[in-house]
């Protein structure tokens, strides 16, 4: 059966996948240059929509005004880890003083956060517009809209996940967990994408037992854990740097201790991983292929990932390293997953690499 097409809906799920990228990077700049708290509140900054620029627009006791904001969220939220079942992270997020403590004004740090805002704002105004698009292909393919709603419905607890790692002052896994839906949403959008650029609207089960197959979520797997570390490692940093009143930088690596060197360590596994799967594809769908392309481009991208966390190793993490690193892991995550997809993009391609296999 043949798809029609529907432009709008492509150009949009496009520019809303590209867009997220760039919410990742400018949120890796705002985690690189501190700025995570420079809006003490969420939706508004300093309670308003367009944040202030110097500390006498701020009422005297503003420290204690946002310190208590935040406790009155964190009580919500402790309550609803209880009914969860995570009574230990509640009680946590209850007892510990420090996540209340409240930052200085600086102007560069609210500034730097309130545009990292506009631009999550602008991504979920362009996943909702991709949603509305999908409606035009509603008789044709429902499974578009229906994974644009996903999105819609992902990228809006996006945004509480976002207020609630505001008001836990960064808590350390609640990052985790924002980065964790940031790349799931990657994926939702990645499939829109690929879905409406198909020929047909057949629909292909994946099998999870070919070489290539496994090799590509392999590597997906060891790119999610990689990342994931990745998180703890800044995390550490962030401890070291705070435990040394942030002087003596190029001291601060070799201070996080075994994660680090397990983070740098495990690297290497996705840099065999990723030549092994162009080494597969090669053998599977000859020279002449996307696929090839692409894994090329994805063994291209770790080498360049291991570069920026050699660069950032031997010349004292510099700012502009880190939100590179970090967008060289998620654009690497995304392909990865970009390959999967097109694995069973057609029926006669599928059966073709099943049998060279």
């Known amino acids: 059966m043949k798809q029609k097409r529907n432009k709008p809906f492509r150009i949009l799920s496009i520019t809303s996948l590209v867009a997220v990228y760039v919410l990742i990077l400018v949120g890796g700049i705002v985690r690189s240059t501190g700025s995570g708290m420079g809006c003490p509140d969420w939706p508004q900054c300093f309670g308003q929509w367009v944040p202030p620029t110097t500390v006498a627009q701020l009422p005297e006791n503003y420290k204690e005004i946002y310190s208590q904001h935040r406790a009155e969220k964190n009580q919500k939220f402790s309550r609803y880890l209880d009914f969860l079942g995570f009574d230990q992270l509640a009680h946590q997020i209850?007892?510990?003083?420090?996540?209340?403590?409240?930052?200085?004004?600086?102007?560069?740090?609210?500034?730097?956060?309130?545009?990292?805002?506009?631009?999550?704002?602008?991504?979920?105004?362009?996943?909702?517009?991709?949603?509305?698009?999908?409606?035009?292909?509603?008789?044709?393919?429902?499974?578009?809209?229906?994974?644009?709603?996903?999105?819609?419905?992902?990228?809006?607890?996006?945004?509480?996940?976002?207020?609630?790692?505001?008001?836990?002052?960064?808590?350390?896994?609640?990052?985790?967990?924002?980065?964790?839906?940031?790349?799931?949403i990657v994926c939702v959008l990645t499939y829109l994408v690929v879905r409406s650029g198909r020929k047909n609207l057949a629909d292909y089960r994946i099998s999870f037992f070919s070489k290539t197959n496994l090799v590509v979520m392999a590597a997906l797997v060891l790119t999610v854990v990689q990342i994931v570390m990745g998180t703890q490692v800044r995390e550490a940093i962030d401890q070291v740097a705070v435990s040394l009143a942030y002087q003596e930088r190029s001291t601060w690596i070799d201070n996080t201790g075994n994660i680090f060197i397990i983070h740098r360590t495990y690297a290497w596994m996705v840099v065999l991983v990723s030549i092994y799967l162009v080494y597969v594809l090669r053998k599977t769908v000859g020279n002449q292929h996307n696929l090839l392309f692409w894994s090329f481009m994805?063994?291209?991208?770790?080498m360049l990932e291991v570069f920026s966390g050699a660069l950032m190793h031997y010349f004292a993490i510099p700012k502009f390293a880190q939100p590179v690193h970090l967008g060289l892991a998620t654009l690497i995550f995304g392909l990865q997953f970009l390959v999967l997809l097109k694995l069973h993009q057609n029926v006669a391609q599928r059966k073709a690499m099943l049998e060279a296999v």
């Open 298 to 302: 994805i063994l291209v991208l770790v």
């Open 94 to 184: 209850r007892t510990d003083q420090s996540i209340l403590e409240e930052a200085d004004f600086n102007r560069a740090k609210t500034w730097t956060e309130y545009v990292n805002r506009l631009v999550g704002v602008l991504v979920g105004f362009l996943i909702i517009a991709t949603c509305i698009a999908s409606l035009g292909s509603l008789k044709t393919d429902r499974k578009l809209f229906s994974f644009s709603l996903l999105a819609v419905l992902m990228v809006s607890f996006q945004g509480w996940i976002g207020s609630v790692v505001v008001s836990t002052n960064l808590m350390p896994w609640m990052i985790t967990v924002h980065m964790l839906i940031a790349l799931l």
